[in-house]
Every structure is written in structure tokens, then in C-alpha cells.
């Protein structure tokens, strides 16, 4: 199947050596190796790292190369792939490891290109994803299976739910993923041996002191936030984790997320303290 594509592209760079970014309306669509795969950008996500580069602070001055494509965070289809790709099938919903690495260093031979001496990273040192199309190596792309659904869809349906619970959202939505621990009947209650967890759960969510109300996570846990890990202040001086999401998880935590359900199977070890 050939995908006929325009002849130029729009994107967002970062073309001077000062605070800000550019939209280009039409710049030159990636070109493809014989082991690369061209990616239709779908979604793409702004991380701090993209802040740092609007904001040119210290750190971008001295690792950022001006002149490139920004972003690094993307799903999208592959629609072109080389000669010699094997893995990845046109049509093929994808994302990707942004860390490039030569393929010839011993780290890359352990398979750990991310500490590459000679790593480039897509939206620092070499075109990334906030653009309409990305090129990257068969190598560094991961299939995106059908089990895990399409955040931005899911951010759509959140808008139009009167009560915005990605929590809610999974027990109607991905019901099978909770009946052991929790299920909403008819009337919209709560019910199984921890819907107590899951209602608590609910009220904090979208507060100051989570990841508010999208599909982001609250962590559960039978131990106070302060006995678990370290505490800071945030802008408005109130007592927030020092930790971030991912760090609790490691400690055993729940990280409750639509792109994480399987890790609820770790709420079995939660105790049923209020």
C-alpha cells in the first residue's frame, strides 16, 4: 500500500538561539532508510523538557541543537516503512524510544541506547514529533496494542461525563479490569469488597494534591503520603509528595490510570483502613 503524501509539512522548531519557538507552515517531509519507518503523528505530548526549550534556559542552551523539530512524546501510524524493516507493518498504531543510539557501542549492543555516548534524541539533537510526520529507526518502535486505549479520546470523553473520574471512567468503560475489587451497578454505586477504596479514591481526585482530573492517576496506598516518602511545598506553599507518580508505584503503590489497569492487581495487598 503507498501512501501519497503532501508535499510539505507543518512544525513547530526551534530556529534561534533565544526564548521561544517557531511554526514553520511547510517544511520538508523526513526521507526513510532502508530500516526506518515514517510515522503519521496523531498525538503528541508536551513534557517539561519541551518548557525548557520554549524557555531557553541553561540547560537547553547547552544540550539543545537550534535548528531542529521539538517534541519527543507521540502515538501515531506508520505509513512508510524501508526495504530491510521487518517488524513494523504499515497502518500499524506506534510510538517510539526517543533515545537513538550508534547500534555499534557496548551499550547499544546490551541493548542500552539510551546511554549511548553518542545518543540523539529526537527533539533535542535530531527532528521529533511536533510536526505532522517523524521518521525513526525500526529499532527504537514500539507497537501500541489494542489494549491500550487512546488517551486523547479518552480526554474527550472525560469532557462530556458530568462527574470527570478516570476512575469512573474505567468501572463503566473497562468493567471486566475491576469486578473482582469494585463495580458500579445501575443506579451509578459503588459495590465489591473494596468500594470504599475506590469511592476515596474518587474525592481526592482532581484535587490540588494529585494529578487532577484526566487521565494522569491518584495513588492508593494503606499508609499516609508523608510516612512513604518525602514531602515539599509547591507554588502556593501546600504539602505536596516530593515523589512523582512512578516512584510511588515502585514502592508498591497504586498507580491508578487508564494506561496502567493491570497494576491494580497490587490493591489485593492494600489493607481496608479507612
Excluded at 535548528?67 to 521487518?86: L, R, Y
Excluded at 510511588?248 to 481496608?272: C, P
Aim: proline share 5%; hydrophobic share 35%; aromatic share 4%.
Amino acid at each position: 500500500m503507498t501512501t501519497t503524501l503532501p508535499p510539505t509539512m507543518p512544525a513547530i522548531r526551534k530556529l534561534n538561539d533565544a526564548p521561544g519557538l517557531d511554526w514553520c507552515d511547510a517544511i520538508e517531509i523526513p526521507k526513510i532508510g532502508p530500516r526506518e519507518v515514517l510515522i503519521k503523528v496523531t498525538h503528541a505530548g508536551i513534557c517539561g523538557t519541551d518548557r525548557h526549550i520554549y524557555e531557553w534556559d541553561a540547560w537547553s542552551q547547552d544540550r539543545v541543537k537550534v535548528g531542529i523539530t521539538t517534541g519527543h512524546e507521540f502515538v501515531g501510524t506508520a505509513i512508510q516503512v524501508g526495504e530491510a524493516v521487518d517488524r513494523v507493518e504499515i497502518g500499524q498504531r506506534v510510538s517510539g524510544e526517543g533515545h537513538i543510539g550508534c547500534g555499534q557501542c557496548p551499550a547499544c549492543r546490551q541493548g542500552e541506547g539510551h546511554i549511548c555516548e553518542h545518543v540523539d534524541i529526537i527533539g533535542i539533537d535530531r527532528d521529533g514529533c511536533f510536526a505532522h510526520y517523524l521518521s525513526m529507526p525500526e529499532v527504537n518502535i514500539w507497537g501500541m496494542p489494542d489494549s491500550i486505549p487512546d488517551e486523547a479520546k479518552i480526554s474527550d470523553q472525560l469532557e462530556l461525563m458530568e462527574d470527570k473520574s478516570i476512575i469512573k471512567w474505567t468501572l463503566e468503560n473497562e468493567p471486566e479490569n475491576l469486578k473482582n475489587w469494585c463495580m458500579m451497578n445501575e443506579d451509578g454505586e459503588l459495590e465489591g469488597p473494596l468500594s470504599h477504596l475506590f469511592e476515596q479514591a474518587i474525592k481526592i481526585e482532581g484535587t490540588n494534591k494529585s494529578q487532577g482530573k484526566h487521565p494522569a492517576g491518584v495513588i492508593i496506598s494503606e499508609h499516609k503520603l508523608a510516612h512513604v516518602c518525602p514531602m515539599t511545598q509547591d507554588k502556593s506553599g501546600d504539602t505536596v509528595a516530593a515523589f512523582d507518580m512512578g516512584d510511588l508505584e515502585v514502592q508498591g503503590h497504586v498507580k491508578f490510570d487508564v494506561l496502567g489497569i493491570d497494576l491494580l492487581s497490587k490493591i489485593m495487598e492494600i489493607s481496608n483502613a479507612d
